[in-house]
């Protein structure tokens, strides 16, 4: 079995670069280039404060791709768009066909792209531009950072399933930059990543590209980039009409989901699906996948064998196989948080069953330099370096926890006792003071928390009564009423009354047999119920259901639902 590369394996658990050569950044200047990007873009442009972002694409009017990217506003008059460059030339001539009378100028900045991707991107940027500088915390948020005389465009983007970054530089800067990043001598040194592994990367995340994935014959809703890309609630642009109209009504027939295979050998580009003597899908991009331990691809599947993880016996390029779908992305993002709690848990793993402190410690000082507000990190840091009597070190977190945020207790409370050790009695008696303040501020909170929520209850349940009276009401007029009996089966399920619900949402799906969320909220009461085998029945209905629609969201939890009942059954 092929073995993780290291600039894979710094990627996910540290940090790599490398050149984002394939693509670039468009500039789009002017006094009216937010009303102008919001006649021709797919997603709601006012909905972009300044400093921040979103993706969007320029569609056609039968809805087929022109460009797809993401836009982030520098300022009231200038937007820039981060595009492949082999969408550039398209993005540019269609806004450029477009515009009149606006104020509107489109241009093509100076600047080189470098990402930097992984939980450690953040330290590493900061440590390269100052740790005071302020970093774009929010996906797809831009900030201006200067640094020696130049001006960087630093977007938060991530490439790879992990958090990270695209930096738009000079040129020389980049250059230099790169060179100092390949001869850090810090314990974790950013490792340059290359073109292969960013494919892995990128396919694991569920990353299109242009060229490959995707073209000029694809109608955004067959990529699955509308569901990051389409506001459906802005005005007009080109295109609206058939992206709302297949919302609406169903489904594109073929759309982009992943696909794992037997083996370490992806199938091949371009490879034909077919169930029998039926094409149901194309491969696009694959590559086998360190992290899943199997072989990945992004396919093109027929809306009738979309759902996930249901193994399918196929013929890919005239060979047959074993195909299991599975909905994008196949790696779920990280988040510094996660991977700090993970380091937290991996330390206290290994405290469990060594005597010796020193790995564990160094886990933890990652773990909070990944995220430096994570309480338990610092707690736990404090404790292990007090066992080896490092008590300065472990004060010094401890003061540090306690500037992050005020209202911890436990920094006050550990503060009092490495005090105490060290014979400083009076510093101790006042920290366990705080400690007791803030113990007794945090009890008179959470008794005025519980009246307001007593208040908000008795509220919510008159609310609740008069909409089950409406609800049943509509019921004596029409007893098949697809938003009375899935509205009065919600309420129900919140109070427990599950029999009462599960007999409303028979009714739902019966009658409405392409309705998600009904199937979703059926099989929760039937678990409600310990009705096991009904529960996985109906989510194999419903999934199968969803999958035909494109209902992302209640398919990923009747997923997840049906795999944790067969998994507590096995």
Known sequence: MNSPSRDYKEVREHCGYFPLDGWCLVDATGKDVESYLQTQTTNDVTQVPVGGGQNSAVVDRKARIIATFSLHKMNDKATCFLVEQNQKDRLVSHLETYLFREDVTLSSPPLSLLALQGPMSARVLAGWTGEDTAL?????????IEYEGDIWRVINKSLTGEEGFVIGLPPAAREKLMAALASTDEEYPPARVTPDTFDILR???????????MDDKNILPETGLEHSSVSYNKGCYIGQEVIARIKTYGAANFALMGLSVEGESPPPYNGEIRLGTKKIGRVKSGAYSPSLGRALALAYIHK?????????????????????????????????????????????????EEENLDR?????????????????????????????????????????????????????????????????????????????????????????????????????KKERQNKIEMFKKVLEIDP?????????????????RNEEAVNLLETVVREYKDYSAAYLLL???????????????????????AAKKGDLMPLREMQSRMNQLLQASD
């Open 480 to 496: 098949v009423d697809q938003i009375a009996n899935f509205g009065l089966a919600s309420i129900y399920t919140e109070m427990g």
């Open 203 to 213: 396919i694991e995340a569920g990353l299109p590209l242009f060229g490959r994935d």
């Open 136 to 144: 774009p915390e929010k996906p797809d948020a831009i900030a201006l």
């Open 360 to 460: 564990p410690i160094t886990l933890l000082r990652e773990a909070i330099a990944v995220d430096p507000c994570h309480a338990a990190a610092y707690e736990a840091l404090g404790v292990f370096l007090s066992k080896q009597d490092k008590l300065d070190e472990a004060i010094a977190l401890m003061k540090r926890l306690a500037e992050i945020d005020p209202t911890e207790i436990m920094a006050h409370t550990n503060l009092s006792i490495y005090y105490m050790k060290q014979g400083r009695i009076e510093e101790a008696e006042l920290e366990k003071g705080e400690a007791t303040a803030l113990q007794f501020e945090r009890m008179v909170s959470e008794k005025m928390s519980q009246k307001d929520q007593e208040k908000r209850a008795e509220e919510e």
């Open 523 to 545: 099989g929760k009461n039937l678990e409600k119920l310990s009705l096991r085998e009904s529960a996985v029945e109906t989510y194999q209905s419903g999934i199968a259901q």
């Open 304 to 352: 009738d064998h979309r759902s996930p993880d249901v193994v399918l016996d196929v013929t890919i390029a005239d060979t047959p196989c074993k195909m299991t779908p599975h909905l994008l992305p196949f790696y779920r993002p990280q988040t510094r948080k996660d991977h700090s709690r993970r380091l937290l848990e991996q330390a206290l793993g290994i405290y469990k």
